[in-house]
Structures are given as structure tokens and as C-alpha cells.
């Protein structure tokens, strides 16, 4: 148990379906983060939360749409994917020190995600 | 600029040591480490902050050498548990986390 808690954990969607992931943290933390974990490459850090604010998008698709409604939550909506988005999505949350870090990230299980 | 990690892979026996570096090739500030186990969150093992330190958990450490931009991972006396992928996340001075792409490690017994 990292404090750090995503759902579902597997998903399967068409091409055509929108879904959403969750993540909610439970460490008091004041960022929060979306990464993508495909086989066999580094982890790709796609989006960035501070205080509930974006500060970080990693030229993503529009495909993919975080929202933040609060310091605890994340979403990553998903509409009209493609079958090479399939990929485990990671979830994880930091507390953020005056801009600098040293800060240690939180990862979830993850959400593990196929397109068909 | 993502680290570079390696090796890809490696094979041990229980007892055996090894070593996974991690280089960058820009100005670091931080090197984190994880262990992933498959179907597993990426676990934290420690961080090492600028100024050559060197930081141990269980029987696992880690050295830091800013001047060259570069950590290392020890394994020492492995143990089965030790099984997973190791990554390295590098910080210039922001707060984000590039990682390097891993490395594998099997323990047999």
C-alpha cells in the first residue's frame, strides 16, 4: 500500500469509447502526476498537477485530458485512443518544496490499459 | 534528458553482488531508485541529493557523484526478494523525474 490508489486497474476500450482513469492519493501531498509505462522504455511523465494547477504537459495527444478537481484526485480522461496507447498508466504524487524537489514520488499500482 | 541505465539485465545467485549505473548527461541535483515487480507500483528505495553521498537500505546502497553526473546501485549478497527492475529518476534542480529505462534483475537460487 503506497497512500497512492488507482482505478480500475485493467481496462479494456475500443477505439471508438471513452473512459476515464482515477487516482487518489492519501499522503497530503501537493502534486500529483500522470506517467505512461510502455514495454521495454523509460517511464514517460505526461502530465504534472501543482496545487491543482497544470504545470506540466509533455506534448501529449489531446486524445488524453487530465483533470484535477482537487489536491487528492486525478483524472486522465480517455476518447478515441489508438491501439499503440495501450500501456500502463501510473499514477503518482510528491510533496512539492518551494519549486525545488529532492522530493520523493509516490507511484499506484497503475492502470493497465488495451485499446482494441 | 533521460538517464542512461545499465546494464539491460542481470542474472544472479543468491549471495552474488552487482551493480547498475545510472549516468546523465546534464547537471543533476537528485538521483532517485525504485524497484518495480511485475504487475507492481514502482517501489522508492532511496534518494541521493548532491554532494557525493552515499546511502544504504537493507543491503542494497547507493553512491552519488555529481561531478560525473552518475549513480550507482550495489547489490550486495543478493537475496531472492532483490528480483525486479531497477530504475534510476534523474532531477536537474526542478521537480520532475526523467527515468532511465531500467534494469532487470533475476535472483535464482
Known amino acids: 500500500e503506497t497512500g497512492v490508489t488507482q482505478t480500475p486497474r485493467h481496462l479494456v476500450m475500443g477505439m471508438t469509447n471513452k473512459k476515464s482513469l482515477k487516482c487518489e492519493q492519501h499522503?497530503?501531498?501537493?502534486?500529483m502526476y500522470w506517467y505512461k509505462q510502455s514495454a521495454k522504455k523509460p517511464l514517460e511523465l505526461m502530465f504534472v498537477y501543482s496545487l491543482e494547477e497544470r504545470v506540466e504537459n509533455n506534448s501529449v495527444p489531446s486524445r488524453f485530458s487530465p483533470e484535477c478537481p482537487n489536491s487528492s484526485h486525478l483524472f486522465l480522461h480517455l476518447h478515441t485512443l489508438q491501439p499503440e496507447d495501450s500501456a500502463l498508466y501510473l499514477c503518482a504524487s510528491s510533496q512539492r518544496q518551494g519549486g525545488r524537489s529532492g522530493n520523493t514520488i509516490y507511484f499506484g499500482e497503475g492502470s493497465w490499459l488495451t485499446v482494441v | 534528458q533521460q538517464p542512461v541505465q545499465s546494464p539491460q539485465a542481470v542474472i544472479l545467485r543468491e549471495g552474488e553482488d552487482a551493480v547498475i549505473n545510472c549516468s546523465s548527461s546534464k547537471a543533476l541535483y537528485s538521483v532517485h531508485w525504485y524497484r518495480q515487480k511485475h504487475g507492481e507500483a514502482p517501489v522508492f528505495l532511496m534518494i541521493l541529493l548532491k554532494g557525493g553521498e552515499q546511502k544504504g537500505h537493507e543491503k542494497i546502497s547507493a553512491s552519488f557523484n555529481e561531478k560525473k553526473q552518475q549513480s550507482s546501485l550495489y547489490l550486495t549478497a543478493s537475496q531472492l526478494s532483490y528480483s525486479g527492475t531497477y530504475f534510476c529518476g534523474t532531477e536537474g534542480g526542478d521537480y520532475k523525474l526523467s527515468f532511465g529505462a531500467g534494469t532487470t534483475v533475476t535472483v535464482r537460487a
Open positions: 499522503l497530503g501531498h501537493n502534486a
